[in-house]
C-alpha cells in the first residue's frame, strides 16, 4: 500500500467516523433481541455468540462515539440537536437495557448498572427533547421533521421497564417494580404522543416512497416492546405497586400487541411500495437495524404474553418470528460487514 492508498483509507475511516449515525446502537438492539430469543428457543450456542457480539458492539460503539466527541464534537452537537437525527441517540438506552436483560441471570450487578445508566441517560435526554428539537437545525414547524425515529423516545421507556421488570424478582424491595410501573406508563404516553405526531406529518405534509425510511418500523417495535414490558409488570411477584393497576396494565398490553400485528402487513407492503413499485434500491445503511429489532421484539412479546397468559398459539407466533427475525439479523449482518469492507476500509 503507497502513502497516498493509506492517507485515503485514513480518510475514508475519518469521513465514516464524521458521519457515524447516533442511530447505530440499533445494531446492539438488534443483535441482543436475537441473542434472548434464540436462548429461549433453545440454541444456546447460538443465542452465545450473539451474546459476545452484542457486548462487542455496544462497548466499541461507545468507544466510536467517544472518538466522535473528541474529533468532531460539532457535528455530533448537530445529530443531538436535529429533530431528523437527535432520537437516535436513545438507541443506546434501549441498547444498554437489552443487553441488561439478556445478561441480568449470570450477571446481575452489572445488569443493574445498565438499568441505572440507561435510566439516567433517558431522562436527561427526555427532559432535554421539546429544548433541543424546538432550537435545533431541523425544520419548523417541527412536526414536519416528525419520523419514525421519534418512536425511539417511547421504546426507550419500555426498555427500562422491561429490564426493571425482568431484575426485579431477583431483588429484594419494591423500588424495581416502581420503576417498572413508572417506565410502563411513561413509554406508552410517549407512544402516544409520538404516533400524533407522526400521523400529522403523514396527513399534513408530502409524503413519498422516498421518506418512507427503515425507521418507520419502529412504530411498530415501540407497541411490540409495550406490550412485552405491560405484560412483565402485570405478572410481577404480588407488592403494593404491582397490583395497583395489574389488570389494567395486562389488557393495555394485548391492546399493544395488536397494534404491532396490525402494523407488520401494512409495513412490509410500504416496503414493497417503496422498493418493487417505485423502485428505490435496498442499500445498507444504520437504519436497516431498525427492521430487526422489531422483528425480534415482536417475536419475544408474542412468546412471553403466550406464556404468561396461557396462549399456546401467541407463543407458536412468536417461535415462527425469532427465525425470521434471525434470519433478518443475518442478512443485515452479512450487508453491515460488505459495507465496512468495501465502502470504509477499501472504499
Not at 452489572?110 to 441517560?121: E, H
Not at 417495535?221 to 395486562?250: E, K, M, N, Q, Y
Request: hydrophobic share 55%.
Amino acid at each position: 500500500m503507497t502513502p497516498a492508498d493509506s492517507g485515503g483509507q485514513i480518510g475514508q475511516i475519518g469521513q465514516a467516523l464524521r458521519e457515524l449515525s447516533p442511530g447505530y446502537f440499533a445494531a446492539v438492539m438488534a443483535t441482543g433481541i436475537c441473542s434472548i430469543g434464540l436462548r429461549d428457543e433453545g440454541a444456546t450456542a447460538l443465542s452465545r455468540a450473539l451474546l459476545v457480539l452484542t457486548a462487542a458492539s455496544f462497548l466499541g460503539l461507545i468507544v466510536l462515539n467517544g472518538w466522535r466527541f473528541a474529533r468532531y464534537r460539532h457535528e455530533m452537537a448537530e445529530d443531538f440537536t436535529h429533530p431528523l437525527r437527535g432520537f437516535g441517540f436513545y438507541t443506546f438506552v434501549a441498547a444498554a437495557n437489552v443487553l441488561a436483560v439478556r445478561i441480568a441471570v449470570e450477571h446481575r450487578g452489572v445488569a443493574i448498572g445498565l438499568l441505572a445508566v440507561a435510566s439516567v441517560a433517558w431522562l436527561l435526554r427526555g427532559y432535554a427533547v421539546p429544548w433541543t428539537t424546538h432550537l435545533g437545525a431541523g425544520e419548523h414547524p417541527i412536526v414536519a421533521a416528525a419520523n419514525g425515529t421519534w418512536f425511539m423516545w417511547a421504546v426507550g421507556g419500555q426498555s427500562i421497564s422491561v429490564a426493571a421488570a425482568t431484575l426485579a424478582p431477583y431483588e429484594h424491595g419494591q423500588a424495581l417494580p416502581l420503576i417498572a410501573l413508572i417506565a410502563w406508563g411513561l413509554g406508552l404516553f410517549l407512544y402516544v404522543v409520538d404516533g400524533v405526531f407522526v400521523a400529522m406529518r403523514l396527513l399534513a405534509y408530502d409524503f413519498g416512497a422516498a421518506d418512507l425510511t427503515p425507521p418507520y418500523w419502529v412504530a411498530m417495535g415501540a407497541a411490540a416492546i409495550t406490550a412485552l414490558a405491560g405484560s412483565l409488570v402485570a405478572h410481577l411477584p404480588p407488592g403494593p405497586f404491582a397490583d395497583v393497576a395489574r389488570d389494567t396494565i395486562r389488557a393495555g398490553s394485548l391492546l399493544a400487541w395488536v397494534i404491532a400485528t396490525w402494523l407488520v402487513p401494512a409495513l412490509f407492503a410500504m416496503g414493497w411500495w417503496r422498493h418493487v413499485t417505485h423502485r428505490i434500491p435496498l442499500r445498507y445503511d444504520a437504519n436497516l437495524w431498525s427492521i430487526v429489532f422489531p422483528l425480534g421484539m415482536y417475536a419475544m412479546a408474542s412468546t412471553t404474553i403466550g406464556k404468561l397468559d396461557g396462549l399456546p398459539w401467541l407463543a407458536d407466533v412468536g417461535h415462527v418470528w425469532t427465525w425470521v427475525a434471525f434470519a433478518a439479523w443475518l442478512l443485515t449482518a452479512l450487508a453491515g460487514v460488505r459495507h465496512v469492507v468495501m465502502d470504509v476500509l477499501l472504499g
